[in-house]
């Protein structure tokens, strides 16, 4: 089974701060990796993806880091302020389909 | 928001009795998916379908049934509840264009299985 293994579940960091979510896959068939947002009470909502051709994208203080050899790719925050405090969800799809597989989650609490 | 909307929000029922969520959409978008989200385990995808009247089966299709009959509705029925599929249900809609290639996720239902 296709699998997208997401660490660590719960990260605490002090505003200002750099959090790091991680993320690796067990299979090569994926061709597209967004990263997710979800707020308590709220549908996920897209913050951020990257195509396996492209090692590193970012998008104001949010970066994602892709090492294709080794099948894994990460999710920086920069500057983490108390807003920012949310469950984070990496993604592949699955080549060829608009079918994904989510990671588990990390709950991310920055402290003010 | 991408005007997704879900009914019930919320929902109470026994094991045993058949229920079914609606997820309906406004964008025209083409494709419709429904995940499950519990903790330790994030978003699974349930079914997902790719045009009127075109479904597959996701991670987790066991228990589940869907129906598209109409571009905007996409129907997610449990034919015997059981206590396993307490869970929230997500809706999302991808109209499979665009370098983003996002996926819009509806507010969810929260369905409690006695």
């Known amino acids: 089974q296709q699998q997208v293994k997401q660490s660590p579940q719960s990260l605490i960091v002090q505003k200002g701060g750099i959090s790091i979510i991680n993320c690796a896959y067990e299979n090569t068939a994926f061709d597209y990796f967004p990263w997710y947002q979800q707020f308590p009470g709220k549908g996920p909502a897209l913050l951020i993806a990257?195509?396996?051709?492209?090692s590193e994208k970012k998008e104001g203080r949010f970066t994602i880091s892709f090492n294709k050899s080794a099948k894994q790719f990460s999710l920086h925050i920069m500057d983490s302020q108390p807003g920012d405090s949310a469950t984070y969800f990496c993604?592949?799809?699955?080549?060829?389909?608009?079918?994904?597989?989510f990671g588990t989650g990390t709950r991310l609490k920055v402290l003010a | 928001d991408a005007g997704i909307t879900q009914s019930p929000r919320h929902k109470v029922t026994e094991t045993g009795t058949p229920v079914t969520l609606r997820c309906h959409q406004t964008?025209?978008?083409?494709?419709m998916y429904w995940y499950r989200q519990d903790p330790g385990h994030g978003l699974r995808l349930i079914h997902y379908?790719?045009?009127?009247?075109?479904?597959d089966k996701g991670e987790v299709s066991d228990g589940y049934s869907v129906s598209r009959s109409k571009t905007e509705d996409f129907l997610l029925t449990l034919e015997s509840a059981t206590s396993s599929q307490t869970s929230v249900y997500f809706c999302a809609t991808n109209d499979g264009a665009g370098d983003l290639n996002e996926q819009f996720f509806g507010p969810g239902t929260r369905l409690t299985v006695l």
């Open positions: 964008e025209n978008h083409r494709y």
């Open positions: 993604a592949a799809r699955i080549s060829g389909t608009y079918k994904y597989i």
């Open positions: 379908s790719y045009g009127v009247k075109d479904t």
């Open positions: 990257i195509r396996p051709d492209v």
